[in-house]
C-alpha cells in the first residue's frame, strides 16, 4: 500500500458523492500481525457507523433524513425503537412440571411448559400443556421437512413399561426442555408452521371452537392467554396473528365492549399494514369502520380506504368478519 492513494467515499452537503485521498501509509510504521487486525463489526453495526459517520445517506437504511425536524428526544427514541427492532425475539422453554391424568380408556403424563421472553421481565409469560403423543406427532411432522436440520437432535424414546415412574418423568421434563430449546435455536424449525401450531394450535382451536358455540367471554379468556405468545412466535410474519386479534374484536363487539373491539382492529390493521389484498382487509376495514361511528371517533378514513379497497379488488363473496373468523380452526 507504500504510495498509494485509495478512494474512499463520503456525501457531502449537496448529497452528491465527493472523493478525497487516504493519506500514504508510513514506511515505519510496523504491520500489523492478523492477530492483531480489530474483529470486522456486523453487518448492521456496519451500517449504523457508516451512517452516523457520513459515508452513506441515512435514508438508505430508513433512518431520518438528514433534513429531519425530530428533537433530541425523539432522535433518540427513534434509534431506541430501532435497537429493539434488530434484536431478535428470544424465548426460553421450561417444562416446569408434570402430572398424570387418568380417562376411562387411557392413562398418560401431561407435560407443563412454560414459554418466557428473555431481556426483559415477561408479564404475559405463557402456559401450556402437552402430552407425549403431541411431542411425537410434532417429531415426524418435523421430520418431513426439515430431516437435515433436525437430524442431530435426540428425540425421547417411547417406553413400553415405567413411563409413569417418578424417574422416568422426571427425566422425560428435562429431555423435553432441551427439545424444544434446540428446535427454537434453527432458524427455519422456530418459523415453521409446524412448530409454532404445537405451540398455539390447541388453545387457538379451544378458542375458536367456543367462538362459533356464542361463548365469547371464555373464548376471551383463552385468546387473552395465547394471542401474547402467537405474537412472539410469529414476529417474522405478523399477519399471522390477524385471525386471532380479529376474533378477539369480534368477541368484544358481541359482549359490547365496544372500546376494546376498536383496540383489537386497531393491532390486527397493523398487522396487514401493504397487505391490502389480504382476505381479511376488506372486512376488517367494514367492522372498524360501524365501531369508529358507534364511539364518535373519525370514521371517514377508514370509509375511504374501505372503498379503495373494493375498487381495486372487488369481493364476490361479501363475507364479514365474524363469517370469516368462524371458518378458522375448524380441524
Request: aromatic letters at 10%; one cysteine or more.
Amino acid at each position: 500500500m507504500d504510495g498509494t492513494h485509495s478512494q474512499v467515499h463520503g456525501w457531502d452537503q449537496a448529497g452528491s458523492i465527493s472523493r478525497w485521498p487516504r493519506p500514504p501509509v508510513s514506511r515505519t510504521r510496523r504491520a500489523l500481525r492478523p492477530s492483531h487486525l480489530p474483529r470486522p463489526l456486523s453487518p448492521k453495526c456496519t451500517d449504523l457507523v457508516q451512517v452516523l459517520t457520513g459515508a452513506v445517506p441515512p435514508d438508505a437504511h430508513g433512518g431520518p433524513s438528514p433534513n429531519s425536524s425530530m428533537t433530541t428526544g425523539e432522535l433518540q427514541e427513534y434509534w431506541r425503537k430501532e435497537k429493539r427492532c434488530w434484536r431478535r425475539v428470544k424465548l426460553l422453554f421450561e417444562v416446569a412440571s408434570a402430572r398424570i391424568e387418568e380417562r376411562k380408556v387411557s392413562k398418560f403424563v401431561m407435560y407443563q411448559i412454560v414459554v418466557i421472553q428473555t431481556g426483559s421481565f415477561d408479564s404475559n409469560k405463557a402456559v401450556l400443556e402437552r402430552r407425549y403423543s403431541d411431542f411425537e406427532m410434532l417429531q415426524k411432522s418435523l421430520l418431513k421437512t426439515f430431516r437435515e436440520e433436525i437430524e442431530d437432535i435426540v428425540f425421547p424414546k417411547k417406553h413400553l413399561m415405567g413411563n409413569f415412574t417418578e424417574e422416568m418423568i422426571s427425566e422425560r421434563k428435562l429431555a423435553f426442555q432441551e427439545y424444544l430449546s434446540l428446535l427454537y435455536a434453527i432458524r427455519c424449525v422456530r418459523r415453521s408452521r409446524e412448530f409454532i401450531d404445537f405451540l398455539t394450535r390447541p388453545e387457538l382451536r379451544e378458542a375458536f371452537g367456543c367462538l362459533r358455540g356464542g361463548q365469547y367471554g371464555r373464548a376471551l379468556d383463552i385468546l387473552v392467554r395465547v394471542v401474547p405468545l402467537q405474537e412472539k412466535l410469529t414476529a417474522h410474519c405478523p399477519v399471522m396473528l390477524v385471525p386471532a386479534l380479529c376474533a378477539m374484536l369480534v368477541c368484544h363487539r358481541d359482549l359490547e365492549r365496544l372500546a376494546e373491539a376498536f383496540a383489537a382492529g386497531e393491532r390486527a390493521l397493523q398487522c396487514l399494514q401493504a397487505r391490502e389484498g389480504h382476505r381479511y382487509y376488506a372486512p376488517l376495514l367494514d367492522a372498524m369502520l360501524r365501531l369508529a361511528y358507534a364511539l364518535g371517533k373519525d370514521f371517514v378514513s377508514l370509509q375511504e380506504k374501505l372503498q379503495e379497497s373494493q375498487l381495486r379488488k372487488p369481493s364476490p363473496w361479501g363475507f364479514t368478519l365474524k363469517e370469516l373468523t368462524v371458518r378458522e380452526y375448524l380441524y
